[in-house]
């Protein structure tokens, strides 16, 4: 019965893996434009919180209700952005963390004219980074994946030896990481240094997949093609599963505590979301066509 139903979907895949390549090329090209529109309208692809733009990161020990704070510093600091955080396991409020593009000087005078009392090292901390310092930080990011990339594709090549199939794998891992940004963008979360290392990160989880799946089709001749596809997708999707709950996980553990692990396991969970329709729909296509005219 098993073998039966699967060879009905290869029959089914057979006549429609062409019409399948569509949805995650529709959802490519939208990506595509909407951040191009977005790059016309913010003049860079991504929101940048204070960590690649400068500015004040400030930390007040205590419970603080922050919607009266938020309201209270609303037009007085530039681009406040405000956050708790708990206990781990009390889930009881420890800190609020204020960050704002404003001087570290000006936000503290503000927050003690809200709070009604000085702060100082027992009760507070106050981090300012220069915007220089950050910018040539977000550059140095950007080449290192740049970098990365470059590396990923000269090694692809020299695996695979063939155009196309080479070309693939750097399609899968380019749409991932395109389809990632864009969603990033929709849900409005301020990337982080740690969010653009994340997506170094996403290149390294992309491409494994990618690489058993044309390895299993190209270099391996057991069975007919779609049971060597077969084969790649059990494996594959026990490995892209695996790190995806453990990473969702782990985001559900640190989300109240660690805004950067939690921004890095958010992107993550998303890149590797697509991956699965990369790799089994947009690769899995290409490759089955190419061995087929081949």
């Not at 044309?214 to 790190?243: C, D, H, P, V, Y």
Request: aromatic residues 12%; proline residues 1%.
């Amino acid at each position: 019965m098993q073998e039966e139903t699967k060879n009905k979907f290869a029959d089914w895949h057979d006549k429609n893996y062409k019409l399948l390549f569509l949805i995650p090329l529709t959802l490519l090209l939208f990506s595509l434009v909407y951040l191009g529109i977005f790059y016309y309208k913010n003049n860079d692809f991504i929101y940048k919180d204070i960590s690649l733009t400068g500015g004040t990161s400030a930390t007040i020990s205590g419970e603080i209700d922050i919607n009266n704070l938020e309201q209270f510093l609303s037009g007085k600091l530039e681009d406040v952005n405000t956050r708790k955080i708990y206990d781990i396991l009390t889930r009881e409020q420890k800190a609020v963390i204020i960050e704002t593009k404003s001087s570290a000087e000006e936000t503290k005078q503000i927050l003690e004219d809200y709070l009604g009392y000085e702060l100082n090292s027992e009760n507070s901390s106050f981090e300012f980074t220069g915007s220089a310092l950050s910018e040539s930080f977000y550059k140095q990011l950007l080449i290192a994946i740049l970098f990365a990339f470059i590396f990923m594709a000269i090694v692809v090549f020299i695996i695979f030896r063939t155009f196309i199939p080479s070309l693939a794998v750097i399609m899968s891992v380019v749409a991932d990481i395109i389809m990632t940004l864009a969603l990033v963008n929709l849900l409005g979360i301020k990337m982080s240094s740690a969010g653009i290392i994340a997506f170094l990160m996403l290149i390294g989880y992309s491409v494994d997949t990618d690489i058993l799946l044309t390895t299993r089709i190209l270099k391996r001749q057991e069975g007919s093609l779609n049971e060597r596809i077969f084969k790649a997708f059990q494996t594959g999707m026990t490995m892209t599963l695996t790190s995806l709950l453990a990473i969702v996980f782990a985001f559900i553990v640190v989300k109240s505590f660690s805004v950067v692990l939690s921004q890095i396991f958010l992107i993550l969970s998303i890149g590797l979301c697509f991956d699965i329709i990369n790799t089994w729909v947009t690769n899995v296509s290409i490759l089955k066509w190419y061995v087929k005219e081949k």
